[in-house]
T-cell receptor, first 112, second 111 residues
């Protein structure tokens, strides 16, 4: 059984650029959730995907978007990067409507 | 807006001491989860409590869910250096989508 894997592990971008983060869910899981964790804060919910459709969204602007693929892997896209987007981005997989989340190690994004 | 307040924010203790971390809210949650996160890693689920008044034990860790399902506590007995990390509580909703996380308690246990 493979766990949740995220890529890349670290990324440096400049303000205004676009970024794509990737996540492979744990074997058997059909739901992927994305969280943003700023330094010294707890994770904040961005959105969740189930059956390739967005199933719930947190208080994040439209420039944060996502995709889920038929194999349940997922992407998080952020356009027009801002300095405040610097954070650890966490992907978590689960079974639909099951609150037991399995997190990846995250992608550390730095926006300069 | 549902919020979870954790206290204390930082805790630095000696090996062998006992400690309690608190997680409080004015909102009712369908479940409360506790995670531990180490630097450079994602959070790892320790326990889920769903019933008001529920107590769960995981070796030296004891978790309690408040009767009104608005608060929870984590008690560690005889802390060890391996317990060092960021402890996060997270509340679940009936909808089963987003988890609401507290800001966490950073625990440092020195030998």
């Amino acid at each position: 059984e493979t766990g949740v894997t995220q890529s890349p592990t670290h990324l440096i971008k400049t303000r205004g650029q676009q970024v794509t983060l990737r996540c492979s869910s744990q074997s058997g899981h059909n739901t992927v959730s994305w969280y943003q964790q700023a330094l010294g804060q707890g994770p904040q919910f961005i959105f969740q995907y189930y059956r390739e459709e967005e199933n719930g969204r947190g208080n994040f602007p439209p420039r944060f978007s996502g995709l889920q693929f038929p194999n349940y892997s997922s992407e998080l896209n952020v356009n027009a990067l801002e300095l405040d987007d610097s954070a650890l981005y966490l992907c978590a997989s689960s079974l639909f409507r099951n609150e037991k989340l399995f997190f990846g190690s995250g992608t550390q994004l730095s926006v300069l | 807006t549902q919020l979870l307040e954790q206290s204390p924010q930082f805790l630095s203790i000696q090996e062998g001491e006992n400690l309690t971390v608190y997680c409080n809210s004015s909102s009712v949650f369908s479940s409360l989860q506790w995670y531990r996160q180490e630097p450079g890693e994602g959070p790892v689920l320790l326990v889920t409590v769903v019933t008001g008044g529920e107590v769960k034990k995981l070796k030296r860790l004891t978790f309690q869910f408040g009767d009104a399902r608005k608060d929870s506590s984590l008690h560690i007995t005889a802390a060890q250096p391996g317990d060092t990390g960021l402890y996060l509580c997270a509340g679940g909703s009936q909808a089963g989508t987003a988890l609401i996380f507290g800001k966490g308690t950073t625990l440092s246990v020195s030998s």
